[in-house]
């Protein structure tokens, strides 16, 4: 067996991210469903069509390195989406349920925001300049998804859930 290369850590990285962000799409529609604040709900709808975008940037940064887009199970993202989900349950109708989809929401975004940043790194270090933009694209939403969230709960969403 040949020696693992940074080519397919990079490989190895990215179809957990492709794998996270599907997992990502299927569970958005769940907590905009659970959210009681319509300024929430109107979040997790927008980011839902970031992400269909998101996928499609990955899609093509896969085809930017001639391997096909595939996704590889991420447990990291499944035990996070989880996570969400006992919180949906267990507080449902509670007022601190969107303090508690905040949180998770930004579980999700430090996670995809690690992801993007090290696949930036590794592809400009394998000379994957294209693919390095595409995804510092990813990363430059993922941020502000993120801001968006500490924005929301500290305005708005903890107030209420105390």
């Known amino acids: 067996m040949a020696e693992k290369q940074l080519e397919d850590l990079f490989l190895d990285t990215l179809k957990d991210i492709y794998y996270a962000e599907r997992q990502i799409l299927k569970t958005l529609p769940k907590m905009a469903k659970a959210a009681q604040s319509d300024e929430l709900r109107a979040g997790f709808e927008q980011h839902h069509a970031e992400t269909e975008n998101q996928i499609e ?68 270090q394998l000379g994957y300049t294209d693919a390095a933009q595409l995804l510092g694209e990813t990363l430059q939403e993922e941020e502000a998804t993120d801001q968006k969230l500490t924005k929301l709960g500290t305005s708005v969403v903890n107030a209420k859930a105390a």
């Open 57 to 124: 940037r990955l899609q093509q940064v896969f085809e930017l390195i001639g391997k096909p887009a595939r996704g590889k199970t991420c447990d990291a993202i499944l035990g996070i989406i989880e996570e969400g989900k006992e919180i949906m349950e267990e507080f449902k109708g509670s007022p601190a349920l969107d303090a508690g989809l905040v949180s998770s929401a930004q579980a999700v975004e430090h996670y995809e925001i690690a992801r993007y940043g090290t696949l930036i790194a590794w592809a400009k």
